[in-house]
């Protein structure tokens, strides 16, 4: 197995034993408070998707899902997100939620419609973000949540972003920047690759990922401490 895959194998095993044994949603619901979710979303979102959060912020926080009509979740772990969205979007829109771990697709399927207005779709979809199995130039939104951080590839991971949404379309993600370098137990973890941290870029790599995807007017906004690194809104435009 090569580097890549073996990485990979790894951030599905330690997903789908998340996704198998939760925290409990009680003490996820006080982690998406910390994390800046509203209320309205922490009350009405099913708790066995609680239970399985393990984002780093709200990335809908300021998104206008007004015009939205189809919307895909990228790294959508139990699917908060995709949720939310659906439920904002009720039977105008439709979320595709994209995970490569399924048994977080299996914590959300049989969730996505509860709560939701009648009609709303939510389709849960196993799938690489470096390869996403959708058609291109279809999503006016796609959104993410501590996922990128965890691509192997990342210049691919944005570049299929990119290339999934139709010009004019969205992406606004939730995702993790280094300020400064990280302390030596953690760079000599050799799980750092899978908890998150080790695949950490500075705001400056991390933009210029973003832009040589082809995406427009990257704003980096929200900086909240977040363990060793800190938490940031990404958003980007894939220009008219
Ligand atoms: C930190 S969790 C966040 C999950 C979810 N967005 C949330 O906020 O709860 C990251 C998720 O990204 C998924 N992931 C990581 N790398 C991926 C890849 N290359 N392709 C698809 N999913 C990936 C993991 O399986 C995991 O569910």
Known sequence: MDWSAEIKARIRR??????????????RAHRMREDGYPEAVIERVPP?????????????????????????????????????????????????????????????????ARGVPAGSSIF??????????????LADLAFANASFNLAVDKDAAFKEA?????????????????????????????????????GVMAEDELRRVIEGAGFSGVCVSDHRPFSYVVSVQLTATKAA
């Open 14 to 27: 330690r997903y789908a034993r998340l996704a198998r044994a939760g925290d409990g949603a009680l003490a």
């Open 48 to 112: 066995e998707l609680a239970a399985a959060y393990s984002g780093c912020g709200f990335p809908l926080a300021d998104v206008s899902l007004a015009n939205v009509r189809f919307a895909v979740d990228l790294g959508c772990g139990s699917g908060i997100d995709a949720w939310w969205a659906a439920a904002q979007m009720g039977a105008e829109g439709a979320v595709v939620a994209v995970d490569m771990t399924t048994g977080m697709l299996r914590v959300l399927g049989p969730a996505s």
């Open 124 to 137: 849960p979809v196993a799938g690489d973000l470096e390869r996403i199995p959708l058609a291109s130039g």
């Open 162 to 198: 990119f290339r999934i949404l139709r010009a004019g379309g969205q992406l606004a993600a939730r995702d993790l920047v280094l300020e400064e370098p990280l302390p030596r137990e953690v760079l000599e973890d050799p799980l750092a690759d899978v908890t998150s941290l080790g």
